[in-house]
């Protein structure tokens, strides 16, 4: 009977050992946002380096977030790179800084350097005059303690007052081939101070007359095959660190549906879509990198998708890591990690989705 129960003990462990494999595993698909200018272990974005061991932490500057000032902020990335170097060592420090409209280490607030919008960059059209720039923002981040940029945006300027895109000026140009050698030459200089960068926002957002923030964006009617192009080229040229998917509908693309919260069908944006996922991204243009999600408390998910809902279908689809930004005051790691694990118990996700992302998001992560 002793050994009998020895040999229980023994599954029993490995069997917890299995479970905290897999919950560790989870957590890496996951870049979280958190509150506050400082860092304390007590906090929760602490229990998410430690307990959880999230994949990433995304900074914003908005008031109650985290970035004040330059001296600020160095103290808080340098608290949180000493206390990952011990519980969660590859952990990611991503942020937004695409030159332009979208800076969360603005000159507003004491940081140094130009500002340029990718669509003067496209206008000028000299790769190197963007690949010193861009060596600039990339010195700034290095300095700040980053090792991942949410940019650049390789969305085509075809609709110049798309209120995400060609109205912030987010766009190189409209010209596909425009927009890979200048988007090439920003990425190199990241490359350089191995910050890994996000190519944005896949199949395409530059066509849309309203902003996924607020809600469901549908392109069907104004997409252009064209709005491919620049990932074609950049894949191609050898690019591997990650490309983020944004939350557009697209018809002509795939029309699948899945039911809302309301309980009524919807079809899927780019996000929750395997056939633009794993068909064009992976099959057609040929990325084997890791795919991100835009932010998945958005308007045009959180709105209609309950979460669980909204990250079986995004896994399956073949995201590989999701951006949460907005915890509303709960530990949304926690439930985001707990929920997929359910899935994978249950079936609804295969546990080969699983290892796949990490391998993925672990390769990606040697190249910091």
């Not at 304390?40 to 380096?49: D, Q, T």
């Not at 430690?50 to 914003?60: D, H, R, Y």
């Not at 060609?166 to 010209?175: A, I, N, P």
């Not at 890979?180 to 944005?200: D, G, P, V, W």
């Amino acid at each position: 009977m002793k050994f009998i129960a020895a040999l229980l003990s023994i599954a029993l462990f490995c069997g917890m050992l299995n479970a905290d494999e897999l919950s560790e595993k989870i957590a890496q698909m996951f870049i979280v946002g958190f509150d506050g200018g400082s860092f304390s272990e007590g906090s929760l974005v602490a229990k998410a380096i430690k307990e959880q061991k999230v994949g990433g932490l995304i900074f914003f500057a908005l008031e109650g977030r985290n970035i004040n000032d330059p001296g600020q902020l160095k103290q808080l990335t340098t608290d949180i790179k000493a206390y990952a170097k011990e519980h969660n060592p590859t952990l990611l420090l991503a942020i937004d800084v695409e030159g332009g409209w979208v800076d969360r280490l603005s000159p507003r607030q004491g940081f140094k350097h130009r500002v340029i919008m990718a669509k003067a960059l496209g206008e000028l059209n000299d790769p190197q005059f963007t690949y010193e720039y861009a060596q600039e923002l990339a010195a700034l981040l290095e300095e700040y303690g980053f090792n991942m940029n949410f940019a650049p945006v390789v969305d085509l300027d075809v609709n110049p007052v798309s209120p995400a895109i060609g109205g912030l000026g987010r766009s190189f140009s409209k010209d596909p081939n425009v927009v890979a050698s200048q988007a090439k030459a920003f990425i190199k200089a990241f490359q350089e101070k191995r910050i890994l960068t996000s190519l944005k926002h896949f199949p395409g957002h530059g066509s849309a007359t309203t902003d996924s923030h607020n809600g469901l964006t549908d392109v069907t009617y104004t997409w252009q095959a064209e709005e491919l192009e620049p990932y074609r080229q950049l894949v191609g040229s050898g690019y591997s660190d990650l490309v983020m998917v944004g939350h557009v509908v697209n018809r002509n693309l795939d029309n699948t549906t899945i039911l809302t919260m309301a309980g009524e069908p919807s079809v899927v944006p780019a996000t929750l879509s395997k056939k633009m996922i794993g068909g064009i991204l992976r099959d057609d243009i040929g990325f084997q990198g890791a795919v991100i999600s835009d932010d998945m408390t958005m308007g045009a998910i959180a709105d209609l998708y309950d979460f669980r809902t909204a990250l079986k279908n995004g896994i399956n689809a073949g995201v590989d890591m999701f951006i949460l930004a907005n915890h509303h005051g709960k530990d949304q790691a926690a439930e985001a990690i707990a929920l997929v694990y359910n899935l994978v118990e249950k079936g609804d996700i295969p546990k080969s989705r699983i290892d796949e992302a990490y391998e993925r998001i672990m390769k990606m992560k040697t190249r910091m």
